[in-house]
């Protein structure tokens, strides 16, 4: 009997239902005539209830479901899950799905509605966005049904308990690969880099496109052929790129729900893919107050599986990250010039003063970007109308600081070090037009 018992609800119906019979019986103390009317109501709701209880309970699987979830989430993306119902009952039924979704989420408000006529399916389609990385254990699926009458629900649970590991951003690493070797750059913000020089190895002869520059016309072919021909360059292959990401406090400040480092390990999966796909070879090194994953530069097939691990598992910490250490390293375990991607985040110029000179020494073996955040929400703070003294006094705070990231990025360049500025939600476009960029000019 309790398995019974904790299957069944009553209806909000039933009760109001129930208030209004109450009601006539409130009545019946001043007109006797509605007494009559009042038991025969309340028996009437009691039968009805007793009717639709047996409705739900005759079938002993009255209904079935599961929930299919996919191996892994993307972190930052929006992940597809699926509910799958099947209804078995003779008669049209009305449901609602309530998931139980894994803490990480803070919802508790995931629930649907939904009527299924007899011996139907039933497919929800809904998207969850994960915003740090892990696993996450779903609980169970809740399926309430009632009948036509609409007086009880019973509750079916579908032991739907999965563990799903997020991952960093593989759906952003896929979508830019595309991108990235097509024609459609320019509508995601990835730029067309002209080539400067011809250091490159040659290819081969092709038909000129719009685009091609022109000081690349075989003209010798073209007389041949008797159509524009021009001389097709491969990039040099086999460099190394480094994403170096700094994991101390400076990387935990957060941005639509998801910290800096998260940003970071995104932006690094999807170079490093790129890189590799190119022919350049990737490797990984981690570092904070003390030097984390070191890994080698390759360009095997596997290697973007060791990267992605590497990535899962880094973590923020807590204190102030050390330059030294990290020049230390880098001179000792990457003997050849490579180019660096250094993700970290400087809120002063007083900051980057302090780690200037370890990145100066590190400058002087290898090509070193320096890819640090703008800070959005100054950037929102400076665009807001100012009306009274205090906004007009935030907003010059705001655009001090504002200045002060600007004058980072002419610190770094006045000592022959590549900066990026950028927003989290432009950090990977950003990335990738400036490893373009410097393949094109042939700096690395």
Known sequence: MLPFFKSLFIHQRFFTLLGFVVLLFLLAYSYPSFLGIAQLCIFTLVAALAI??????????????????????????????????????????QVEII??????????????KEKMQTATTKSIFYQLR??????????????????????????????ADAVVRVYPSFIQMRKFELIAFSN???????????????????????????GDDYRIINWKATARRNQLMVNQFQDEKSQQIFSVIDSGRVMK???????????????????????IKKGDKAGLVTFAEKMGIVLPAKNQVRQMRTIQEGLYNLQTRFLESDYEKLYA???????????????????????????????????????????????????????????????????TIAEKFAFEKRQIVKELQMHGIQAILTSPQNLTVNTINKYLELKSRGLI
Request: hydrophobic share 40%.
């Open 52 to 93: 639709d209880i047996v409705l739900l309970y005759r079938l002993k699987k009255g209904i079935s479901g599961y929930r299919e979830t996919p191996e892994l989430f993307s972190n930052g993306d929006p992940n597809a899950l699926h509910i799958y119902l099947e209804n078995y009952y003779p008669f049209e039924i």
């Open 99 to 112: 998931d139980e979704l894994p803490f990480q989420f803070q919802r508790r408000d995931v629930s649907f």
């Open 130 to 159: 994960p915003t740090e990385r892990g696993e996450y254990q779903f609980g169970a699926l809740n399926v309430m049904v009632s009948s036509p009458l609409s007086l009880a629900n019973r509750r079916y649970v579908f032991s």
């Open 184 to 210: 459609q750059k320019l509508d995601y913000g990835i730029k067309k880099i002209r080539r400067i020089g011809h250091s490159m190895e040659f290819e081969q002869i092709k038909e000129y496109v719009a």
């Open 253 to 275: 400040m957060p941005f639509e729900g998801m910290s800096l480092l998260d940003y970071a390990i995104n932006a690094s999966l999807v170079i490093s893919n790129i890189a």
């Open 329 to 395: 390293n880098i001179r000792h375990k990457i003997n050849r010039r490579s180019l660096l991607l250094l993700f970290t985040n400087f809120e002063s110029l007083t900051a980057l003063q302090r780690q200037l000179p370890s990145i100066r020494k590190i400058a002087k073996r290898h090509l070193v970007v320096v890819i640090f955040f703008e800070n959005t929400e100054l950037k929102h703070l400076i665009e807001a109308p100012a009306d009274g003294v205090l906004p007009i006094y935030q907003k």
